[in-house]
């Protein structure tokens, strides 16, 4: 296709310190393709119920359609810093939309619980390559003084898909039926092609790199794998079953190896020379852990309030509104000051905004006000929209323009794996606490089904939920711990303004 000879705007200028149109309008499609893939990941959760019936599958079974998703998009991450060089980031980001879109009406389409995981893997395919793509074109467009201020808006469905997908996925089931949560995406996606085609600059590849066969055959299997394992932990209810040890063990085998290949290699797949870069060295550091933290604890928050509490999903979705209401409080204001003071300072403030909510987590109860728990979560909020997208910037901010899709690629897949291990980690610690005490899985599954908790006495009822509330309140001490561990590699990032040039290739290439 040919770009249309007049769109209406000038091309990004990565020279200047100011937002100006073309800028905003390359984050504007950016955003549309983020918001569909990270709210996919999310608006399916509340339909697992109703994939249940309708295919007569089990939970384990129907729990595939996410799991399948999740480990197509971590598989096809690792090419995409090598693609996106290779056939230029307009090209790629317009196939990852398609290939979304393609699967998302193959799944609106899906006739049994196999067809429906197998074509969520088409979805994960280009829902993979989505964020990643979204992060470096957005980096080209505006340059090192105004990436914060760009990644701020990029956060934004970061932050709004845990809350908006639980409610938009209960609103189209109840109102329609599950297909809608699929074919929702084709308008939306069909208006985010046309947009990239008409707003982003035209792609002008350069000579590629070779491509590491090797190193692909080592890091997509080795992290799937890997994430296979650990995403089976909460199913299995403990590390040492054979469907996590096996997985993991051999996931974490090529991993690596393919960190030796890569040290070795003259262009490897994901660039680890990178780590020599100190600001890209804290950000990972802070970010695994930050994400560790922070994902684990979203695990435990609707897991309470729709165990111990008996809310629905979409319930649960409102009453975590304040989150989003906290960080896009703070995003806007951060991405603003990072550009101007450095992520540093920023991302302190943010991380121990972040402890304190945490903390507060740790006196819940089976009665807990939901006042006290909106308080917590909107400070968590402003504290996240501190933090994550700052980090991201640290990491990308002082790269050349040639290291950039290497750059977000390497924090994408820090960030997938350290949400998964986090969740994974707080699954392992609230079900071991619930082992010790059946009278309080018993009071969960009472909670789950009205016809059990007929049969239970009130009394023994009443101590069950207290018990597993304290459960959730002491496993909420493991974030509390990890979250104050993030202050000391954040301590190290930069807390000064950027001062990295612009390079010629970058003009001329933006």
Known sequence: MTKPPDIGAAAPDPTTDKLDAAVLKVAGVVVLGAVMSILDITVVTVAIPTFMQDFNASVEVVAWTMTGYTLALASVIPMTGWAADRFGTKRLYMTALTFFIIGSVLCSMAWSIESLVAFRVIQGIGGGMLMPLG?????????????????????????LGPICGPILGGWLIDSFSWHWIFLINLPLGIVALILAWIVLAPDKPKPSESFDFLGMLLASPGLALFLFGVSSIPEKGTVMDARVLVPAIVGAALLVAFVFHALRTEHPLIDLRLFANPSLRFSVLTMSLFATAFFGAGFLLPNYLQQVRGETAFDSGLLMAPQGIGAMLTMPVAG?????????KIVMFGITFITVGLTGFTQLGADTSYLLIGGALFVMGLGMGCTMMPVMTAAIQTLSHAQVARGSTLMNIINQTAASIGTATMSVVLAAQLNDHP???????????????????????????????????????????????????????????????????????A
């Open 135 to 159: 992060m470096t074109i957005m980096t080209h467009a505006a340059g090192p003084q105004r990436i914060g201020r760009v990644m701020a808006v990029l956060g934004v469905p970061m932050l």
């Open 336 to 344: 603003f000051l990072v550009d101007k003071i450095g992520p540093g």
């Open 439 to 509: 009278e309080a899985k018993l009071a969960i599954g009472a909670n789950a089904r009205p016809d059990l908790a007929a049969q239970v006495p009130p009394s023994v009822l009443e101590q069950g939920l207290d018990l597993a509330a304290t459960a959730f309140s002491n496993t909420y001490w493991v974030t509390v711990v990890l979250a104050a561990l993030t202050l000391i590699p954040a301590f190290f990032l930069p807390r000064t303004k950027p001062k990295a040039p612009i390079d010629a290739e970058a003009v001329a290439l």
